[in-house]
C-alpha cells in the first residue's frame, strides 16, 4: 500500500511561483513513475507532468517552459516547480503512483491564481 501526501499550494498573484511537494510512502519509491494532475471546477483530472526512473520527464503543453518536476529518491518526495503561474493554472493538484493494477493518488492541494 502506498500513502501519497502533497502540500504547496496557496494563493498566489499571476505570474508568481509555487513549489508543490508529494511524500510517499514504501519502499520502492525510486522504482515508480510519479506523475502530477490538476483538475480545475468543472473540468476532468488532466495530465500535468511526470517523471520516470530515470529522471526522464513529460510535460502537457500547457505548462511546458514553465513548471518543472523533479524528485529526491532518498526522501520519497516528488516536487512540482510552477512558475510564471497563470490564472488557468488554478486547480487542485493531485499526486500520482501507478504501480498496475493499483494506482494510489493523493488528497489534493489547492493552487489559486488571482491577483
Known amino acids: 500500500q502506498v500513502h501519497l501526501v502533497e502540500s504547496g499550494g496557496g494563493l498566489v498573484q499571476p505570474r508568481g511561483s509555487l513549489r508543490l511537494s508529494c511524500a510517499a510512502s514504501g519502499s520502492f519509491f525510486k522504482l515508480y513513475r510519479m506523475t502530477w494532475y490538476r483538475q480545475a471546477p468543472g473540468n476532468e483530472r488532466e495530465f500535468v507532468a511526470s517523471?520516470?526512473?530515470?529522471?526522464?520527464?513529460y510535460y502537457a503543453d500547457s505548462v511546458k517552459g514553465r513548471f518543472s518536476i523533479s524528485r529526491d529518491d532518498d526522501k520519497n518526495t516528488v516536487f512540482l516547480q510552477m512558475n510564471s503561474l497563470e490564472p488557468e493554472d488554478t486547480a487542485v493538484y493531485y499526486c500520482?503512483?501507478?504501480?498496475?493494477?493499483?494506482?494510489?493518488w493523493g488528497q489534493g492541494t489547492q493552487v489559486i491564481v488571482s491577483s
Open positions: 517523471i520516470t526512473m530515470g529522471n526522464n520527464t
Open positions: 500520482n503512483l501507478f504501480d498496475p493494477p493499483d494506482n494510489f
